[in-house]
């Protein structure tokens, strides 16, 4: 299997902190590796959100998904199909936001986040604002149930298999590639040894 630099990324992250306890989720907002990209995702009961910060996504358009996202939740399927990914329990408990490194609800409807930000869930001020009111990030209602889906692996437990780890371990590298590697070094160190005798032989 081939995968970009961004699912590799992912990948090293769930091997790395797959015996942490603790969902995917926490784990995901521990390394920051959603909020660095400027997303966060909310489970809000009967919704779910995603939002865009700003300043990271200024070409942001409701409907238009994220590619980010969209991968996300391909890689994960890929790796639950494949039984290198297996999830355990559901944990819900937290965190509220998946993308932000802390968030709590300070009313049904209203989330803090980072104790200076606040998400408003519903009505004409739906949105996610920093300390000055000021929106910080572009928020998207879930129109194709995707989000959803993605959110419900997240908050799962889970495990990785020894055939992950061992691909974390060799950096990605197939087994092909392993062997074709050892063979190469194989193959030259017989022609270093080859040209050590040889020049042996002319010395002495």
Do not use: C
Not at 119 to 148: C, P, Q, T, V
Not at 188 to 198: D, K, P, T
């Amino acid at each position: 299997m081939k995968f970009s630099k961004e699912e590799q990324e992912i990948i090293k992250i769930l091997v790395k902190y797959s015996n942490k306890g603790g969902n995917i989720a926490t784990v995901f907002n521990f390394t920051q590796l959603l909020e660095k990209r400027g997303i966060g995702l909310v489970n809000a009961g009967r919704e779910e959100l995603i939002f865009f910060r700003k300043d990271l996504h200024p070409n942001f358009f409701p409907g238009n998904g994220s590619p980010y996202i969209s991968m996300l939740l391909n890689l994960l399927e890929q790796l639950i199909d494949k039984r290198l990914l297996v999830l355990g329990n559901s944990i819900t408990s937290a965190p509220l936001v998946i993308g932000a490194l802390e968030s709590r609800r300070e009313r049904p409807n209203v989330l803090v986040v980072n104790e200076s930000e606040v998400i408003f869930l519903e009505g004409f001020n739906k949105g996610w604002y920093d300390a000055n009111g000021k929106e910080k990030y572009n928020g998207d209602d879930d129109r194709s149930g995707r989000l959803a889906k993605l959110t419900n692996y997240l908050y799962h437990s889970y495990s990785v298999s020894e055939e992950l780890k061992d691909l974390v371990k060799h950096n990605f590298k197939t087994e092909e590639q392993i062997r074709f590697a050892k063979q190469q070094l194989t193959t030259w160190v017989g022609i270093g040894v080859a040209i050590l005798i040889g020049i042996l032989g002319i010395i002495f």
